[in-house]
């Protein structure tokens, strides 16, 4: 007897894997292959024995990699990227020198209020002057 209903949606596991590559999301997956996202769920389930999940978590992998890549290539022309990658994987970061000049009446919560309120990026202190 012949299978009845509607033909089977091809999706490509070459683009499907690219797509995860890039770190898509299923709804941006779903809709390059026009399918529903229980289409696509049941096409893991069906070609790699796994939920989408699983399967997106393995193939997006490549896509880190290939992303990790650049950034380095990039690091070597580029001073802001090397910095960036010196903070994520070096433990490098910014050092912040505050100095405090007039502490006359102040107390110790006060002066820990002025450092911790220091604005790092503008060099201003959020504390009243």
């Not at 049941?42 to 193939?59: L, P």
């Not at 000049?101 to 790092?120: K, P, Q, R, W, Y």
Request: glycine content about 8%.
């Amino acid at each position: 007897m012949a299978k009845t209903g509607r033909p089977r949606k091809e999706i490509d596991q070459k683009q499907f894997e690219s797509l995860c590559g890039l770190q898509c999301t299923i709804y941006e997956i779903c809709d390059a292959f026009e399918v529903s996202e229980k289409t696509l769920e049941s096409w893991c389930k069906r070609v790699y024995g796994d939920t989408f999940s699983k399967v997106f978590e393995q193939k997006r992998g490549r896509g880190k990699i290939s992303l990790r890549r650049m950034q380095w290539r990039l690091a070597e022309k580029n001073a802001t990227m090397a910095i960036f990658l010196g903070k994520q994987y070096l433990g490098q970061r910014d050092n912040v020198d505050v100095n405090v000049t007039n502490t006359e009446g102040l107390s110790l919560d006060e002066l820990e209020t002025m450092v911790i309120g220091f604005d790092a990026g503008s060099g201003d202190s959020n504390s009243p002057e």
